[in-house]
């Protein structure tokens, strides 16, 4: 059984930074897509980075060079290191899975719709 752990959300004012982790079990680390999501109150989900099977990495344009998506295969955790955070960073932040070799033209939206594996999320708010 697949299961994802989210943690190291919180509460930050603007420009300040968090670090999340994604600690999974029963999911074999090293193959597959894994990424970030993430939904604001109101909004729908989006994706924020992904890491797909061959270590490609793709962020969605709102976060780059603000956050670092990483992988330890030996721990089996997931990353994402958030630094000058902005308020409309706030939002509950899922992990996610899929142990399959995704192609596709948008692979983050993909990964969205067809991941089987999801944690239950983390809450993160940045205030002004």
Do not use: H
């Not at 729908?44 to 295969?73: C, H, L, M, P, W």
């Amino acid at each position: 059984q697949v299961q994802l752990v989210e943690s190291g959300g919180g509460s930050v004012q603007a420009g300040g930074s968090l670090r999340l982790s994604c600690a999974a079990s029963g999911y074999t680390f090293s193959t597959g897509c894994m990424g970030w999501f993430r939904q604001a109150p109101g909004k729908e989900r989006e994706g924020v980075a992904i890491i797909d099977q061959n270590r490609r990495i793709i962020y969605v344009d709102s976060v780059k060079g603000r956050f670092t998506i990483s992988k330890d295969n030996a721990q089996n955790i997931l990353y994402l290191q958030m630094n000058d955070l902005k308020p409309e960073d706030t939002a509950i932040y899922y992990c996610a899975a899929d142990s399959r070799n995704l192609v596709a033209s948008n692979l983050v939206a993909f990964f969205g719709r067809v991941a089987p594996y999801w944690g239950r999320g983390t809450q993160v708010t940045v205030s002004s």
